[in-house]
């Protein structure tokens, strides 16, 4: 965690007091998360990954340094949370022989009305 100057709120305060927090988590260092979890992790972070393997987040949002310190830290907690749930496995399906009759009786409908549309024969 480390805190630099910021722009946006703050008052006379933004041009001299460092409240931006930057924090950085060493992902590819890290022995705690399993490699599926880190893989989840990688794609979650997006821009926030570092070409080092570290996700960095900074918050600037708020005016003090103990707000955008608590801001980063909660926004990594809840990548951190939403990388820990695996995705459900996809189970291949195939349609129903009556869905695919439905289907098939559409498109004969569908076919139908539009010969109807067209311009009427010699025989019509």
């Known amino acids: 965690m480390s805190f630099v100057r910021a722009s946006g709120p703050g008052g006379q ?3 001299k007091v460092s409240t931006a927090a930057q924090l950085r988590f ?10 599926s979890v880190k893989a989840r992790l990688r794609n979650l972070s997006g821009r926030r990954l570092t070409a080092e393997g570290t ?9 003090t340094q103990e707000h955008n310190r608590r801001d980063a830290e909660e926004r990594l907690s ?3 949370r939403r ?7 996809r ?3 195939k ?3 009556a869905a695919r009759e439905r289907r098939l009786d559409g498109k004969k409908n569908q076919g139908h009305t539009k010969r109807l549309r067209g311009r009427p024969g010699r025989d019509d």
């Not at 060493?26 to 490699?35: C, F, H, N, P, R």
């Not at 820990?84 to 496995?89: D, E, G, V």
Request: charged letters at 25%.
């Open 95 to 97: 349609p129903t022989r």
């Open 78 to 80: 809840d990548l951190i």
């Open 55 to 63: 996700i960095l987040i900074i918050a600037r949002n708020q005016r």
């Open 91 to 93: 189970k291949a399906t």
């Open 26 to 35: 060493d992902l590819e260092g890290s022995s705690v998360l399993t490699e």
């Open 13 to 15: 305060n933004v041009n």
């Open 83 to 89: 990388a820990l749930i695996a995705p459900k496995p």
